[in-house]
Each structure stands twice: as structure tokens, then as C-alpha cells.
């Protein structure tokens, strides 16, 4: 998970451009627990795109539209098995009255589309999101035909689609033009296909390390290329398989050679030391 282009308020060159004239985009979230959203939701950029008139975020309890006297929304799963599964009726009546032309409905699920950076910039460009947040041991086969993604947001099993509706809508929410500063988002990881690069701020040196010269020289054309060459060297160090598929620019293409090949001097150099350190002394 990536945490950059904190718009952090009154800090030094902080700034937030106009967003352009748009409708607001709209989000309903339909869940049983509805009080899990207040904080998240309330605090920082989330909060304060709603506060800007960016966005408008609903959250509504499944319950509302349960089943009887003790408004059931869930049941017993045919052949047997633990756990409850979430009825069709209760969701159906909710997405009846929460959607409208041109809503985008999403169920978080462990067998989704991964959820991406690419995705997050297509859903902020959409007018109304609903998320359906799963509880239990899921859903009822047949609400799967009422959605129109299935999004997971990782290889792991969580309570419910909560925690992963929170993920998308952070996510969505501070692409939104006017959020946060056009740059922060252009720059930070995934939007080119790599990791970010490494930040720097004062003290110019801490505990021996020191802030690369390149980057206190003011020459905006090196640091840039310096930038680029870092996020190649720390994507091909962490996440290689982001490269894979990937058709990099010329530049790019000559970078990635220099790193290799920085990179593969740097082991031989760390072998040849560690072959130094286990050679016999002689006597």
C-alpha cells in the first residue's frame, strides 16, 4: 500500500490547484456495519474532498432493507457447510433504491479484478460508485449478477468488504481534481507502471547518511533524470514482475541498462568480499 501525496495543510510550498468544474462525484456504500466508516472517512484527504464539495460519500445500513420483524439479511447456505451467506432480496432492494443511470456497482471480493492504480483513475472519473460490502461467508451466487465489478485488493481474508471499500474510496478520492496537489499524483508510484523514487527532506544528514548532491544542486533536468533512474533501480530491487510487459521509452530502456548494470557490479563486488572474508589465512 502506498501512503504518498499527503496533502499535509499550512506546510511549507504546499498547495492544492482549482479543480475544474465538475459534478461531484457520488458514493453510496451499503454495509451492516455502518460506524466503521465514520473515522476514515472524517480524517484527512477523505474528509476534507467532501468538505471541498469534491465528493459525496453515503453510508447506508443493508439492514434497512432486511427481511421481517427482525429485518434479516442473512441465511444458512444450502448443503451444509459454516457460516451465513447474504440473501438476495435485502441486496436487490437496496441497489433498487440507491442506484440510477450510469452507477457503477462494485462487490468487493477475493476473486475480483486486483485492484490498481489504473482502475482507481477509471472509478474517479465515474459520476455514482455503490459498493456493496460482502459480511459472513459472502454472498448468494445470484447477487454476483447484480453488480458490475468484482474487486479484490489482495490475497488475504478479511470480516468483510469494509476495510477494502475504505481502500478504494482513499484511493479514488484523492485522484479527484482540486484534492490534493496535481503533482503529488502524477509522480507517486504506479501511475508510470513504477515505484516511486526516494524521497529527501532535512537534515541534510541524519546518523551518517546525507541527501544525494544531485539533488541539492538545483539542476531540475539531473534530478529529474536521477528520479527516473531510482524508481527503475528500486522497481527492478522490489517488484520486478511491475516491468514485465511493461514497453518502457528510450530513455527509460537506456537507464534500466546503466542500473543493471550497476547493480550487477555491486554483487560481483559483495561476492568477491564475502569470498575475501572465507579465504584460509595463510600462515
Known sequence: MSLEGED????????????????????????????????????????????????????????????????????????????????????????????????????????????????????????????????????DERIRSLVDVELSIGDYVLSGGEIPAMVMIDTILRLLPGAIDAESTAEESFTT???????????????GMTVPTVLTGGNHEAVRKWRLKEALRRTLRRRPDLLEGRAPTKEETKLLAEVRAEEAAENAAAESSVGAERSPTEE
Open 8 to 139: 499535509v495543510e499550512g506546510s511549507a510550498g504546499a498547495s492544492v490547484e482549482a479543480a475544474p468544474a465538475r459534478s461531484p462525484i457520488e458514493i453510496d456504500v451499503l454495509t451492516l456495519f455502518p460506524g466503521m466508516f465514520a473515522g476514515p472517512l472524517a480524517e484527512s484527504i477523505p474528509g476534507r474532498v467532501q468538505s471541498r464539495g469534491l465528493a459525496t460519500v453515503r453510508v447506508h445500513d443493508l439492514r434497512q432493507w432486511g427481511l421481517g420483524r427482525h429485518k434479516t439479511v442473512d441465511d444458512y447456505t444450502y448443503g451444509g457447510g459454516a457460516g451465513m451467506v447474504l440473501r438476495p432480496e435485502p441486496v436487490a432492494a437496496a441497489l433498487d433504491a440507491v442506484r440510477r443511470p450510469g452507477s457503477t456497482v462494485i462487490l468487493p471480493d477475493p476473486g475480483g479484478e486486483v485492484f490498481g492504480q489504473a482502475r482507481a483513475h477509471d472509478l474517479a472519473l465515474r459520476p455514482h460508485i455503490v459498493i456493496l460490502c460482502p459480511r459472513y461467508e459472502g454472498v
Open 193 to 207: 507502471g513504477l515505484l516511486e523514487y526516494p524521497q529527501f527532506t532535512r537534515p541534510p544528514e541524519f546518523a
